[in-house]
């Protein structure tokens, strides 16, 4: 399956909310939070469309400086395994490659599906943050993938080369931890 990779503009809105309901039905993310994502520049969301343009998969990435991170990637159960998330993941490398450091993320640490997919491309586990998700309780692992030499500017790894720090999850932001 070769999806059309396209950002999501105020028209796929309700469908994005529909498959986000779907694939994290304990906690979605609200329409308008996807709303509000459109108005962020600092945001952009990639849609996978099929060639009947149904919506088949999403990403949502954010961007600080020259920090990136996924906050969110998913695709509709009956398509996946044929390179949907592939193809979503490859449009944001690409953008990462030609204008960040570096690309960020956090996974259950039992989400062997979506570590797979973050190895496949090029991700490397880089720290864990402990009784970071809800329901249920779970570590997070980091991951993070670099670009390019190290510019001293960003924080994609922790200095120490131990755990990042564990912040209480309140202060860390609206992102999604993946
Ligand atoms: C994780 C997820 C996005 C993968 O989407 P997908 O479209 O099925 O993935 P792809 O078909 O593009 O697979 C790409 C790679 O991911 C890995 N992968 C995907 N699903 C996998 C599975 N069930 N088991 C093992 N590896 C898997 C493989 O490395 C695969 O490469 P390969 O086909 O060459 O083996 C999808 O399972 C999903 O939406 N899960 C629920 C939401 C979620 O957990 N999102 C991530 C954290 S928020």
């Not at 956090?106 to 062997?112: D, G, H, M």
Request: aromatic share 6%; with cysteine; proline share 7%.
């Amino acid at each position: 399956m070769k999806p059309r990779i396209v950002p999501m503009t105020a028209r796929h809105l309700s469908a994005v909310a529909e498959l986000e309901r779907v694939c994290f039905p304990a906690d979605p993310w609200s329409e308008a939070l996807y709303r509000a994502a459109l108005e962020n520049p600092a945001v952009a969301v990639l849609l996978a469309l099929g060639e009947d343009g149904a919506l088949l998969g999403y990403a949502v990435l954010s961007t600080v400086l020259d920090e990136g991170n996924l906050d969110n990637i998913a695709v509709a159960p009956d398509c996946r395994r044929r390179g949907v998330a592939d193809a979503l993941l490859s449009a944001l490398t690409a953008f990462g490659r030609a204008r960040l450091a570096c690309l960020m993320l956090e996974v259950r640490a039992s989400n062997a599906p979506a570590i797979a997919l973050y190895e496949k491309h090029g991700f490397q586990a880089v720290g864990r943050r402990k009784n970071y998700y809800d329901a249920p309780r779970e570590d997070a692992i980091l991951m993070t993938l670099k670009f390019g030499p190290d510019t001293g500017r960003t924080m994609c790894a922790p200095a120490d080369g131990g755990s990042y720090e564990t912040a209480p999850a309140e202060q860390r932001g609206a992102c999604r931890p993946l």
